[in-house]
């Protein structure tokens, strides 16, 4: 029997939590060493680059945690999506470092560099923010090296260095003001400080790294890389087994091994399959049966988040989508060969067939399939396919 109290162990679109934490060993081994490196007085610079929905920010909350427990750092990471201006940045930064601050008993310390800008908010006075006129923001965004500074004075006998992750840069990283910034700070700090205990991760789109090296080129010789990507079979396995475990659902071998196909090693495939087929089962076993109908509803879910906004809107021409669709009403696969799907298009779509194919490649949704000879593409996951026949079949009733 299933109980019906339990929540999904599943956490499609947040950070995973620990106990779900899968793979990433050789990225964490990489990052630790630089924190021990950190914790001897020298900075460290990362970015952390991989797809959306690889698991960049569920690495990123795993490492501050290790980094606030394993090495007493003070540890904070930050979320920039959106954010266009340095001083909407620094305000971002200071804040985070006040709130996850305010209930240990060296707060004091670090209040009082922040003087009167301290803000208590909360029905309670119970949460702080940080909230200074624009032109001591400024100010702060040219002073960043000496505040840091400060800030570890300030607090060196109780915390051994800062971790300080900032993630979803991409609007940040296309500014060549950002990219200046940046650079003026770990110069600043090379020339003016032998003892700078902070571990700085930036956090971003693979294609974001190209742009800040572009614009500032001597960037990357600052930063050490860490990419991540497609987790393995085993991995994959491993979570699935752990989450339904978790919650007292058993998962039968050939259900696990449809779970493990449909989830192409992404995490967010992982965790929207997954939890799909939690809501599905009734009996706490998942057989092959409770899997497929998973497959099914995580497909809609994930083609109505991610294909409908992207593809379907983006591809307003009638001819792309009656393309789209007959690619998906023979049997479904997720490769597929051009002059194959050519055979079955009338003239005027043929016409627009390749610039079709180059669209496609562009949003992300296919891939040419380099083991194969030209002309042989795949999808980039093996749920897209999935949604895009189900769209297609209730194109035709
Ligand atoms: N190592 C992991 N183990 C288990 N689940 C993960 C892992 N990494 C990411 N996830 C899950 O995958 C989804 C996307 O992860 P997220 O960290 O938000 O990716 P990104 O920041 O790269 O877009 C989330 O639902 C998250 O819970
Ligand atoms: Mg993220």
Same mark, same amino acid.
């Given at each position: 029997?299933?109980?019906?109290?339990?929540?999904?162990?599943?956490?499609?679109?947040?950070?995973?939590?620990?106990?779900?934490?899968?793979?990433?060993?050789?990225?964490?081994?990489?990052?630790?060493?630089?924190?021990?490196?950190?914790?001897?007085?020298?900075?460290?610079?990362?970015?952390?680059?991989?797809?959306?929905?690889?698991?960049?920010?569920?690495?990123?909350?795993?490492?501050?945690?290790?980094?606030?427990?394993?090495?007493?750092?003070?540890?904070?990471?930050?979320?920039?999506?959106?954010?266009?201006?340095?001083?909407?940045?620094?305000?971002?930064?200071?804040?985070?470092?006040?709130?996850?601050?305010?209930?240990?008993?060296?707060?004091?310390?670090?209040?009082?560099?922040? =003087?009167? $800008?301290? /803000?208590?908010?909360?029905?309670?006075? @119970? #949460? +702080?923010?940080?909230?200074?006129?624009?032109?001591? %923001?400024?100010?702060?965004?040219?002073?960043?090296?000496?505040?840091?500074?400060?800030?570890?004075?300030?607090?060196?006998?109780?915390?051994?260095?800062?971790?300080?992750?900032?993630?979803?840069?991409?609007?940040?990283?296309?500014?060549?003001?950002?990219?200046?910034?940046?650079?003026?700070?770990?110069?600043?700090?090379?020339?003016?400080?032998?003892?700078?205990?902070?571990?700085?991760?930036?956090?971003?789109?693979?294609?974001?790294?190209?742009?800040?090296?572009?614009?500032?080129?001597?960037?990357?010789?600052?930063?050490?890389?860490?990419?991540?990507?497609?987790?393995?079979?085993?991995?994959?396995? =491993?979570? $699935?087994? /752990?989450?339904?475990?978790?919650?007292? @659902? #058993? +998962?039968?071998?050939?259900?696990?091994?449809?779970? %493990?196909?449909?989830?192409?090693?992404?995490?967010?495939?992982?965790?929207?399959?997954?939890?799909?087929?939690?809501?599905?089962?009734?009996?706490?076993?998942?057989?092959?049966?409770?899997?497929?109908?998973?497959?099914?509803?995580?497909?809609?879910?994930?083609?109505?988040?991610?294909?409908?906004?992207?593809?379907?809107?983006?591809?307003?021409?009638?001819?792309?989508?009656?393309?789209?669709?007959?690619?998906?009403?023979?049997?479904?696969?997720?490769?597929?060969?051009?002059?194959?799907?050519?055979?079955?298009?009338?003239?005027?779509?043929?016409?627009?067939?390749?610039?079709?194919?180059?669209?496609?490649?562009?949003?992300?949704?296919?891939?040419?399939?380099?083991?194969?000879?030209?002309?042989?593409?795949?999808?980039?996951?093996?749920?897209?396919?999935?949604?895009?026949?189900?769209?297609?079949?209730?194109?035709?009733?």
């Amino acid at each position: 029997m299933r109980d019906e109290n339990r929540n999904s162990p599943f956490t499609p679109g947040s950070p995973v939590p620990v106990e779900l934490f899968v793979g990433r060993a050789t990225q964490i081994k990489e990052v630790i060493r630089c924190l021990n490196h950190v914790s001897t007085g020298r900075q460290e610079n990362v970015f952390l680059s991989g797809d959306r929905g690889i698991g960049k920010s569920s690495l990123s909350s795993f490492l501050s945690r290790y980094a606030s427990n394993k090495n007493d750092f003070i540890a904070i990471h930050v979320f920039l999506g959106g954010v266009t201006t340095l001083s909407d940045m620094i305000q971002r930064i200071f804040d985070k470092l006040l709130k996850n601050t305010s209930d240990k008993p060296w707060f004091g310390k670090i209040a009082s560099l922040f =003087g009167k $800008f301290i /803000k208590e908010v909360g029905l309670f006075g @119970i #949460s +702080v923010g940080f909230s200074p006129p624009e032109k001591d %923001l400024k100010e702060l965004v040219g002073n960043f090296p000496e505040a840091l500074h400060h800030l570890i004075k300030a607090i060196e006998p109780n915390r051994k260095g800062l971790f300080i992750a900032l993630d979803d840069i991409n609007g940040l990283a296309e500014m060549p003001a950002f990219a200046n910034w940046y650079k003026s700070f770990v110069d600043y700090v090379a020339t003016h400080y032998d003892n700078f205990p902070v571990f700085m991760m930036l956090i971003g789109l693979p294609e974001k790294r190209d742009s800040l090296s572009n614009l500032q080129p001597s960037l990357m010789r600052i930063f050490r890389v860490i990419d991540i990507e497609k987790l393995t079979d085993s991995e994959v396995k =491993g979570f $699935f087994e /752990k989450a339904f475990n978790e919650v007292d @659902i #058993s +998962v039968e071998k050939e259900a696990l091994h449809v779970l %493990l196909q449909y989830s192409s090693g992404l995490p967010v495939l992982m965790h929207e399959i997954g939890d799909a087929t939690f809501l599905i089962d009734e009996d706490g076993i998942i057989d092959e049966r409770d899997a497929f109908s998973g497959i099914v509803a995580a497909a809609d879910r994930i083609g109505k988040k991610y294909l409908d906004p992207q593809v379907y809107r983006a591809l307003r021409s009638n001819r792309y989508r009656s393309i789209l669709r007959k690619l998906a009403d023979q049997p479904l696969t997720r490769e597929f060969k051009k002059s194959k799907v050519e055979e079955r298009l009338n003239d005027p779509e043929k016409k627009v067939f390749h610039n079709f194919l180059t669209r496609m490649r562009k949003l992300g949704i296919i891939e040419s399939d380099i083991e194969k000879a030209r002309g042989n593409y795949r999808f980039v996951n093996e749920i897209y396919p999935v949604y895009i026949w189900m769209e297609s079949q209730s194109a035709s009733h």
